[in-house]
């Protein structure tokens, strides 16, 4: 048994150290990943579909072109070359700024106005989205990608001054103030997101730990200001009510016994304790679920988690959890194997975006962390956030591929004409060694200014050396 165990071992390191290891690891663990979360998702809303409209696939059908639309995204993003993704971060920063700014103007108008959603021409905005021209946008999500791609050419290019407290501060603090702002205060769980996306960006740089100190600071003072802005309006918050924000972090830290407000504040906290615990071990099996049947709020989106434990038990939760560590392992893979700083900053930031994101929505779900409303990524229904999604893990795929492994097996055995028309060209071949240039021939006399000496040292520029009076002064006057 020991040498059997070993051999595996040995046949798991012979895969992994296959030159496309990375991008095969990244393929099958985001379509897998895929491939749950539509099934998830039919299983979560066909029920409420078929009472209210009589159709129990329209949620899926919507999910499933949203998902058609992010292969497109993926399939575009694995085929662009680095450079390609260092000029789009500032345009796309400037587009979701703009965005943020458009849909938090809209909304205090809202506000001010008495309404729950605000209009301006085709243009209509409702908490965390946009809708132009009856397309669904959020901005906050093209705000992570966005922020993956400036971060990492900025950084990138800044290289080894960012160890000066100014290089750090100017621009990249202002902008990502800016950010937190925009997106945090409708949403304190996407601003955590990228809170720690800019963390894994920084730690990928090589940033000094008293940086991290003071982001922990600030980040903690940002968001305690953004739970006491609830009291004011901000998010789904109503002024002169309870703080829904503060009121789930007293739940987190002081949980109440669910027999006493299991029908009230607490409705999500208890029904998604009972979904897993009604599951068990292998769960009750795939659409048979009772939470979904309207007792277990947001079961499609935020806790569909809780729905994946109550049908498919600790085994269904321990296979998404895999998966979810594999992408961890193939992203921070990738960042350390690239030789490009764009590209390990850019795999750094990316996998440490997914996957606090699913940190954070698990960890609500199952009572390890506070309830933010973050969605699981690849699993929850939305469109945006798949469309984006997928597209880091296109950006994902075109890194993997530029390894410089994966690049010298793909040019000594290139795949069919056909194959990178349709898919991906070839990755650029890593830098070689330059030979030493030859010396460059001879042009003349060189100049007496630049004679060697006898020590066979070069006389400086603008130095004169002393006539040579060698020989005696007849010889000298012939």
Not at 216 to 226: A, E, F, I, Y
Not at 411 to 416: I, L
């Amino acid at each position: 048994m020991p040498l059997r165990g070993l051999d595996g071992l040995a046949a798991l390191r012979g895969l992994l150290d296959r030159p496309l290891a990375s991008y095969y690891l990244l393929l099958s663990c985001a379509g897998l990943l895929l491939l749950i979360g539509l099934t998830m998702v039919f299983s979560a809303t066909s029920v409420k579909d078929y009472a209210e409209d009589g159709n129990a696939s329209a949620s899926v059908t919507k999910q499933a072109i949203f998902a058609v639309i992010g292969i497109g995204a993926f399939w575009a993003c694995q085929r662009l070359p680095a450079s390609t993704y260092r000029s789009l971060g500032r345009p796309l920063l400037f587009t979701s700024i703009g965005l943020l700014l458009l849909l938090n103007l809209l909304l205090a108008y809202a506000r001010l106005t008495h309404q729950d959603s605000a209009r301006i021409g085709p243009i209509e905005a409702r908490l965390l989205w946009l809708f132009i021209g009856g397309i669904q946008v959020q901005p906050s999500e093209l705000a992570k990608f966005a922020l993956v791609l400036w971060g990492a050419h900025l950084i990138a290019r800044k290289g080894a001054a960012l160890g000066w407290w100014r290089e750090l501060a100017t621009p990249l603090f202002p902008v990502m103030g800016l950010l937190f702002v925009l997106v945090g205060y409708n949403d304190v769980g996407t601003m955590l997101c990228l809170l720690a996306l800019v963390v894994g960006l920084l730690w990928a740089a090589g940033v000094r730990m008293r940086v991290f100190g003071v982001l922990t600071v600030v980040g903690l003072l940002g968001v305690g200001l953004l739970i006491a802005v609830a009291s004011l309006g901000a998010g789904s918050g109503e002024q002169g009510e309870e703080n829904y924000r503060f009121a789930r972090l007293a739940m987190f830290f002081n949980p109440p016994d669910p027999e006493t407000c299991k029908l009230g504040d607490c409705l999500q906290f208890y029904q998604g304790r009972l979904a897993i615990e009604h599951g068990g071990w292998f769960g009750v099996g795939l659409g048979k679920g009772s939470l979904k049947w309207d007792w277990l709020p947001e079961a499609h989106n935020d806790f569909i988690f809780a729905i994946i434990a109550e049908e498919l038990g600790v085994i269904g939760c321990a296979v998404v959890l895999a998966l979810f560590a594999v992408l961890a392992y193939t992203g921070l893979r990738i960042a350390r194997r690239v030789d490009d700083p764009f590209r390990r900053l850019a795999a750094a930031a990316v996998t440490t975006w997914l996957v606090s994101q699913a940190v954070i929505n698990i960890g609500g779900v199952v009572g390890l962390l506070p309830i933010t409303g973050l969605p699981l990524p690849f699993i929850s229904d939305g469109g945006s956030a798949l469309v984006v999604t997928l597209a880091g893990i296109g950006m994902l795929a075109s890194f993997a591929r530029a390894e410089p492994d994966a690049a010298r097996a793909l040019h000594a055995r290139p795949p069919a004409r056909w194959v990178r028309l349709l898919w991906a060209p070839l990755p650029p071949l890593p830098g070689r060694r330059r030979r030493p240039a030859t010396p460059p021939a001879a042009r003349g006399p060189v100049p007496r200014s630049r004679e060697r000496r006898k020590d066979d040292q070069a006389v400086p520029r603008g130095v004169r050396q002393a006539p040579n009076r060698r020989g005696t002064a007849s010889e000298r006057r012939r």
